[in-house]
C-alpha cells in the first residue's frame, strides 16, 4: 500500500534532517582535544636530542621526550583557555615587535621632498640616461672576403653615393636610438670600437661584428644626461620608498639578529 | 465563511512575509559577516595598473617588418606550492630583476645571472593554493597551527637548505600532487560553505585555505608584473598556471594563462574550479566577454600519456567545429620545449627524423613512483597530423597552433645555459650528484636508500659504468626560450604576436629565424636589401595559412642568424606533414634546405653532408670557422599534392656542442656518463604555415 504524498514529503525531509545531524555531528571537530604528531616531528624530537647528548635516546628516554612534549602542549592550550597569555611582559613585547614589524611593510608615510632630493643625488647614476645612437649601414656576411667587398663599397660610396653591391641585415638596416648596450645585443661586442667618438654623418668603416663587416653612417648622437629632479620626482619617490621598505626590514632583521645563536657543522662538506 | 477565507489569506500572507524577512535577515547577516553573495567570483575583474607609476615614454618608432624578442613565458616563484617546498626564497620581484640582468642566489647558495637580459618575461605561478604553502610554512601565521600545516613549517630555514633535506621535500610534494591533502572540508551547516557555494569558489570549503592570503598573493604577483613593465624596454605579464590533469592515469593538462593587459580576475582559476580544460575556455570566452583577452599556452604534452592531444573530447565525445573553434581561440600557442623535455616528435612516431631523438622526456609529469608516458598524442608533429585528419573528417582543426618555449624554472630564473646549468626544482636538483650527472657518494647513496624506505618511494638511483647515479632528472634540460616577431618591445604588440603564432621556439640560444610562403618568393633576390618588405608583401609569415592557389606549388624563404655566444649554424630544415585527400592518410618528411659551408643539399635524399663540426669531449671545444653565422634560400616544396592539407614549419640546427651533463662531469674531473648523450644539437623551431587546398565539393560525413 502506497503512503499518501504529503506522508512521502515529510518523510523525505525528516529522512534528510537525521542525515543533516548525523553529519554534522561526525564532521565537525573546531575545538578538538586531540594532539597530532606527525612522524617528521618525532624525527625532529630525536634528532635534537641526538644532536644535544651524541647517540640516539633509548627507549626509555624516546618515551620520556615525546611525554615531555605532550605535557608542553596540553599546558600551552591550557594557558591559552585561561588566558595565561595576557599581561605577560614577554609575550607582550614579541607580539609588539610582531605588529611593528608587519606596520614597517605597510606603513607608507610620505617622504620630505628633501629626503627625495638627497637620495636622488646619492644615487645620480641610477638614473643616467645612457647616450644614443641612431644609425644606417651596409652589411658583408662573414667570409675572407667581406672585407674587401665592404673596402670596395666603401670607394664606391665615395664615387657614387651607393655601392654596387651589399647584403641585407638580418635585423634590419637602419637603427634609431640604441644605447650601447642594444648596440651589443644586435651586433656584438666588436662592433662597439666604431662607436667610440665616431665622425657623424659621413661612411665609415668597415668594423667587424659578430656577424660580418659593416660601413656606417651615424647621423645622430644624443649625449648621455642626468634628467632633472623636477623631472622624475615620481620615479624617484618609488625607488625611495621600496629602498626605505628594505632598510626597515634589515633593520628589524639586525635588532633581531643578535638573539640568535647560527649552528653550523664544522665538518660539513659540500 | 469569508471571514476565514479572509482569515487565511492574512495568515498565510503573514506568513510569507516573516519567511521572507528572515530570508532577507539572513543573506544580510551572511553578508555582512562572512561576505556571502550570490556570484561568481572568479568572474570580478581588477585593474592592477600602478596609479601614479612614472611611465617612460617610448619614442622609438615601431618596425613594420618586426623585431625578434626573446623572453621566457613559463616562471615559477616562492608563491608556488611546490618551489616553497623546493627550498625557493626567490620573489615575483627578484625574477624581473634577473630577466632584466641582475644576478640572484640559488637556494643552495650559487649565484645565477643571464649573459644578456631579456626582452620579455611572465611570472606564471601555480593557480592552485597560490601562496597558501608559504603561509603554513611561517610559523607566526594564523594557519600555523594547523595540522596540516605542520610539516611545512620552517622547511626553508637556512640551515634546512641542504641536499640532506631532499627526502623530506620530495615527500611533501608527493603528499601535495596526490589530490586530497589540503582537502579539509569544513562542515555542511558551516557559513563557509555557503560562501563557496554562492561565490562558486570551492576553495572557500576548505579549512586548510585562507581567501585572504590566496588574494593579496595573487596581487602581489599582478603588482611585481606591473611595476616591471616597461614599454619600449621591457616587456611583462600577468599571468598563472592552471595546472591540471586527467582524473585517471595522470594525463598531464597543464597550461599557463596570460592575460593581455594590467586587469585580471581577483583570482586565478585553478584545479580547484575544475580539472578539465574546456571549463578553463569556457571561463576565459567569459572573460573575453568583458573585454578581458587572454590566452592559454599548454605545456609538457610529452609527459601527458598522449592526453594533451587527443582526437577526443575531455569527456570522450567526438570532437566538433565548436570545440575546434574554441581551443584555438583559447590556445593558438604550444609550449614545444622546456627543461622537462622537447616534444617536437619522439622516436617511436618519427623514425625517419634523424633528429627525433632530442632531449626526450618519457615519463608522466609529477607521477610518484615515476611512470612511462606514451608518445603518441603527446608530441606537437603528430598533434599537426591529427589536426590535417579532423579538418578533413569536418570536425574542424583544435591543433593549429603556433610554438614558443620557456623554462618552467621554480627558481624565478631560467636557465638557459648548457655549460652552466641549475635544472629548476632548487634544493633538489640544484647540484650535478642530485641530477645524476655524477656519481652518488656512498654517503649520498645510503640517504637515498633511507629515504626510498622511509617515504616508500621506489628506487631513487640507478647502476651505471660500475656508478650510482641519482634518477630522476637526467632526461631534463637547459631548455627553452619564446621568441616572437613584433613591431616593437610592448605588451600589446608582444601579445598579439602569440595570438597571430608569428612566434618561435629555441632551446636556449637566441637563434632567429624568419619563415615566409607564397607562391612567387623564388623571384625575389635573397641578397636585395628589401627581401623582407617584399617576402611580407608577396608572402604569408610563419602561424598564416596559405590558401591554394590554383595548382601552384608553395614557394618558401627562410632566414636564420646564429647566437652571438653559442655555436654556429649547420643547417635549416624544413618539416612538411600532410593528409591525403583520398583518405587522410598523414605522412611526414624532414628536408634540408640549406647547408652552411657552401655546402650543397643531396637532391635524392634531401640531406647536407657533413660539414665536419665535431665536439671534444675531454674539454667541451668545438672544431672553430665550421658552420655559419647566418643561412638563408628560397624552397619549394618537391613533392606537392594541390589537393592535399599540410602543414610546414622550420628547424634550425646548431653545430653540436657539450650537454650540461657532460659539462657538469667535466667540471668534476670525471667521464660523463655512457647512457646519455653527450653532445647535443641546440635548436630552433617556427611556427608552421597551413597549406589549405581548394574545398571539395564532397562532403565527408565521419561514420
Known amino acids: ?270 | 465563511m469569508k471571514t476565514r477565507i479572509a482569515l487565511i489569506i492574512a495568515g498565510v500572507s503573514a506568513l510569507f512575509v516573516i519567511v521572507a524577512v528572515c530570508y532577507y535577515a539572513l543573506m544580510q547577516f551572511a553578508e555582512e559577516k562572512y561576505s556571502i553573495v550570490l556570484k561568481d567570483s572568479s568572474l570580478e575583474i581588477v585593474d592592477f595598473a600602478i596609479e601614479d607609476k612614472e611611465e617612460i615614454t617610448n619614442d622609438v618608432p615601431p618596425n613594420p617588418l618586426k623585431n625578434p624578442y626573446f623572453g621566457d613565458l613559463h616562471v615559477h616563484t616562492r608563491y608556488s606550492f611546490d618551489a616553497y617546498v623546493f627550498g625557493v626564497n626567490a620573489t615575483p620581484y627578484d625574477a624581473y630583476r634577473y630577466a632584466k640582468g641582475e644576478m640572484i642566489k640559488h637556494p643552495l647558495g650559487y649565484e645565477m645571472q643571464l649573459k644578456e637580459p631579456l626582452d620579455f618575461y611572465a611570472v606564471t605561478d601555480h593557480g592552485i593554493y597560490m601562496g597558501m604553502i608559504q603561509e603554513y610554512g611561517d610559523p607566526n601565521s594564523p594557519q600555523a597551527g594547523y595540522e596540516w600545516a605542520i610539516p611545512f613549517q620552517n622547511i626553508n630555514r637556512e640551515e634546512n637548505r641542504t641536499l640532506e633535506s631532499m627526502g623530506e621535500r620530495l615527500n611533501l610534494f608527493s603528499l601535495m600532487a596526490g589530490d586530497g591533502y589540503l582537502e579539509r572540508p569544513y562542515p555542511v551547516w558551516h557559513p563557509k560553505m555557503w560562501q563557496a557555494i554562492f561565490t562558486k569558489n570551492r576553495q572557500l570549503a576548505s579549512k586548510a585555505f585562507d581567501y585572504g592570503v590566496h588574494k593579496s598573493a595573487w596581487a602581489d604577483i599582478a603588482n611585481a608584473a606591473e611595476e616591471n613593465n616597461e614599454p619600449g624596454k621591457f616587456t611583462t605579464f600577468i599571468g598563472y598556471e592552471f595546472t591540471a590533469g586527467t582524473e585517471v592515469e595522470g594525463g598531464n593538462l597543464h597550461r599557463n594563462v596570460i592575460f593581455e593587459s594590467s586587469k585580471a580576475p581577483i583570482r586565478p582559476w585553478s584545479r580547484e574550479d575544475s580539472l578539465n580544460p574546456m571549463e578553463l575556455w569556457a571561463w576565459m570566452d567569459k572573460l573575453r566577454a568583458k573585454g578581458l583577452d587572454s590566452i592559454a599556452i599548454p605545456h609538457n604534452s610529452n609527459g601527458s600519456n598522449g592526453e594533451m592531444f587527443e582526437v577526443e573530447t575531455y569527456y570522450g565525445t567526438p570532437i566538433d567545429l565548436t570545440y575546434s573553434e574554441t581551443r584555438m581561440r583559447n590556445e593558438p600557442i604550444v609550449e614545444i620545449t622546456q627543461v622537462k623535455g622537447t616534444s617536437d616528435t619522439h622516436p617511436l612516431l618519427s623514425p625517419d627524423d634523424d633528429w627525433a631523438d632530442f632531449e626526450i622526456m618519457d615519463g608522466r609529469v609529477g607521477a610518484r613512483p615515476p611512470t612511462y608516458s606514451y608518445p603518441a598524442g603527446g608530441y606537437v608533429r603528430d598533434a599537426y597530423l591529427r589536426g590535417l585528419m579532423l579538418d578533413w573528417k569536418g570536425q574542424g582543426n583544435p591543433y593549429k597552433f603556433g610554438l614558443i618555449g620557456s623554462t618552467d624554472t621554480h627558481l624565478g630564473a631560467g636557465s638557459f645555459d648548457e655549460s652552466n646549468f641549475w635544472s629548476k626544482v632548487g634544493v633538489v636538483d640544484g647540484s650535478p650528484m642530485s641530477r645524476g650527472s655524477i656519481p652518488l657518494t656512498e654517503e649520498r647513496l645510503e640517504q637515498l636508500r633511507d629515504y626510498s624506505e622511509e617515504y616508500n618511494q621506489p628506487v631513487s638511483a640507478v647502476e651505471v659504468d660500475g656508478n650510482s647515479y641519482a634518477i630522476g632528472f637526467d632526461q631534463w634540460g637547459s631548455s627553452g626560450l619564446a621568441a616572437v616577431w613584433a613591431e616593437e618591445n610592448t605588451r600589446e604588440s608582444i601579445f598579439s604576436a602569440l595570438r597571430r603564432k608569428e612566434a618561435f621556439a629555441t632551446t636556449g640560444p637566441r637563434v632567429a629565424v624568419r619563415f615566409f610562403a607564397g607562391f612567387d618568393l623564388t623571384s625575389i633576390d635573397i641578397n636585395a636589401e628589401s627581401l623582407i618588405e617584399e617576402a611580407y608583401d608577396k608572402g604569408v609569415p610563419m602561424g598564416a595559412d596559405l590558401f591554394a592557389d590554383g595548382e601552384k606549388v608553395p614557394e618558401f624563404l627562410v632566414w636564420a642568424q646564429k647566437d652571438k655566444y653559442s655555436a654556429s649554424l649547420q643547417r635549416i630544415q624544413i618539416i612538411k606533414g600532410s593528409v591525403t585527400n583520398s583518405g587522410a592518410r598523414p605522412s611526414e618528411k624532414v628536408f634540408d634546405v640549406i647547408c652552411s659551408d657552401g655546402l650543397e643539399v643531396d637532391p635524392t635524399t634531401h640531406r647536407c653532408p657533413d660539414n665536419g663540426a665535431r665536439v671534444n669531449i675531454e674539454d667541451c671545444s668545438i672544431t672553430n670557422n665550421v658552420g655559419a653565422t647566418e643561412l638563408k634560400a628560397t624552397w619549394r616544396d618537391p613533392d606537392f599534392n594541390p589537393k592535399d592539407k599540410a602543414f610546414y614549419y622550420v628547424r634550425v640546427l646548431e653545430n653540436p656542442t657539450c650537454r650540461w651533463s657532460t659539462w657538469d662531469a667535466l667540471k668534476a674531473g670525471i667521464k660523463p656518463r655512457s647512457d646519455l648523450h653527450k653532445t647535443i644539437q641546440e635548436r630552433a623551431w617556427s611556427s608552421p604555415i597551413w597549406y589549405i587546398p581548394v574545398p571539395e565539393d564532397i562532403d565527408i560525413f565521419a561514420l
Open chain 1, 1 to 270: 500500500m502506497s503512503l499518501k504524498p504529503y506522508l512521502r514529503i515529510i518523510l523525505f525531509f525528516l529522512f534528510g534532517f537525521i542525515i543533516y545531524i548525523a553529519d554534522i555531528t561526525m564532521n565537525y571537530d573546531e575545538e578538538s582535544k586531540d594532539i597530532y604528531i606527525s612522524d617528521q616531528e618525532l624525527d625532529g624530537l630525536f634528532a635534537a636530542w641526538n644532536s644535544q647528548v651524541g647517540r640516539p635516546p633509548n627507549e626509555q628516554e624516546a618515551l620520556n621526550i615525546v611525554n615531555d612534549f605532550i605535557e608542553e602542549e596540553i599546558l600551552y592550550r591550557e594557558a591559552l583557555r585561561l588566558g595565561l597569555d595576557q599581561n605577560d611582559r614577554i609575550i607582550k613585547r614579541r607580539l609588539a615587535q610582531k605588529i611593528s614589524f608587519l606596520k614597517q611593510e605597510t606603513d607608507r608615510e610620505e617622504p620630505s621632498s628633501k629626503k627625495l632630493a638627497d637620495f636622488f643625488d646619492i644615487n645620480k647614476d641610477k638614473y643616467y640616461v645612457p647616450p644614443t645612437f641612431s644609425f644606417t649601414h651596409f652589411y658583408f656576411s662573414q667570409s675572407p672576403e667581406a672585407e674587401n667587398k665592404a673596402k670596395k663599397a666603401l670607394s664606391e660610396i665615395v664615387k657614387f653615393g651607393a655601392p654596387s653591391s651589399s647584403e641585407p641585415f638580418f635585423l634590419g638596416k637602419n637603427f634609431s636610438e640604441y644605447s650601447l648596450g642594444e648596440i651589443e645585443q644586435a651586433f656584438g661586442q666588436e662592433l662597439l670600437i666604431a662607436f667610440d667618438n665616431p665622425a657623424l654623418n659621413q661612411w665609415i668603416g668597415p668594423f667587424s661584428s659578430s656577424y660580418g663587416e659593416h660601413l656606417l653612417f651615424i647621423n645622430n648622437k644624443s649625449l648621455g644626461y642626468s634628467p632633472k629632479f623636477s623631472e622624475i620626482e615620481d620615479l624617484v619617490r618609488q625607488d625611495y620608498m621600496l629602498q626605505e621598505q628594505d632598510r626597515k626590514i634589515s633593520d628589524y632583521l639586525d635588532s633581531i639578529k643578535s638573539e640568535y645563536r647560527v649552528i653550523i657543522n664544522p665538518t660539513y662538506e659540500f
